[in-house]
C-alpha cells in the first residue's frame, strides 16, 4: 500500500532579491512499513521535502499524496487532524517542553486529540515503558540525558498512533553509540509495529543502517540505493 506519493514536485522559495529551488521535479513513493533514509549534503533539499511529507507546506507545483489525498487540496483544519492523528514528528533538538515531565510532554499531545485525563496517563506510560523509560516518567528534560530526550521525543511521535513517523536528523545531537541505539529503537518499532519510518539525514552511516536510502543534490533525486 502507498502510503506517500509525490508526483513532479517543485518547491521554490521566493524572496526580494532572488528565487531559490528548493525541489527541483522530485517524484517519489513511500510503502506502509518502509524503514528508510532521506539522505544528502547540507542545502540538497532533505528538510523541506520532509516538510512537505509531514503536510507542514505545499509545493510549488506537481502534487504531494497522503493515502492518495492531495494535501494542497486539503483545508487547514484537514491538515490539522492529518498532522494530529497520521503523522508523528521527531526533530533533531528534541523540541521537549523543558518545564514538563517526560510523561507530561507526551500526555500533551494526547490531550488535544481529546483523551480524557486517565487514558492519557495510561497510553503516555505504556509508551514511555516502550522505549525503555518506564523508570523516568517523572523526570524533566534537564533531568535526562539527550539520548533519554530522544527517546521522550519518541513516544511522543507515537502518542495517537501514526502511521508515518518523521525523524528529521534524530540523531544529530548524540554521539554515535547512543544514536545507534536511537536507530536500533526506530527499527524495533518498525518491525514491530509496521510503523513507516522515514529519516532525514547526513550521515552516511545513519542512512546505510535504513532498508532504503533516497539520496538529494541540489533539490533532485540523485539515486537510491
Excluded: W
Amino acid at each position: 500500500m502507498t502510503l506517500v506519493k509525490l508526483e513532479k514536485v517543485n518547491k521554490i522559495y521566493e524572496t526580494d532579491a532572488t528565487s531559490v529551488k528548493a525541489l527541483d521535479n522530485v517524484t517519489l513513493g513511500v510503502e506502509k512499513g518502509e524503514f528508510m533514509s532521506i539522505a544528502g549534503p547540507s542545502g540538497s533539499g532533505k528538510t523541506t521535502l520532509l516538510n512537505l511529507i509531514g503536510a507542514l507546506d505545499t509545493p510549488t507545483s506537481g502534487e504531494v499524496k497522503i493515502e492518495d489525498r492531495n494535501t494542497s487540496e486539503m483545508s487547514s483544519s484537514e491538515l490539522d487532524n492529518l498532522r494530529l492523528k497520521k503523522i508523528g514528528f521527531v526533530f533533531q533538538t528534541f523540541n521537549l517542553i523543558p518545564t514538563l515531565t517526560a510523561l507530561e510532554n507526551v500526555e500533551i499531545v494526547l490531550s488535544i486529540a481529546g483523551l480524557s485525563t486517565s487514558e492519557q496517563n495510561d497510553r503516555a506510560s505504556e509508551l514511555l515503558e516502550l522505549v525503555g523509560l518506564g523508570d523516568r516518567l517523572d523526570h524533566r528534560p534537564n533531568q535526562l540525558s539527550a539520548g533519554e530526550c530522544q527517546r521522550v521525543a519518541i513516544a511522543r511521535s507515537l502518542a495517537n498512533d501514526p502511521d508515518i513517523v518523521l525523524a528529521d536528523e534524530p540523531t544529530g545531537n548524540l554521539d554515535t553509540d547512543t544514536g545507534d541505539e536511537i536507530i536500533d529503537l526506530m527499527r524495533d518499532l518498525n518491525e514491530d509495529f509496521e510503523k513507516t519510518f522515514i529519516i532525514v539525514t547526513h550521515d552516511p552511516n545513519v542512512a546505510k543502517r535504513t532498508n532504503r536510502i533516497v539520496n538529494l543534490r541540489d533539490g533532485k533525486v540523485e539515486n537510491e540505493d
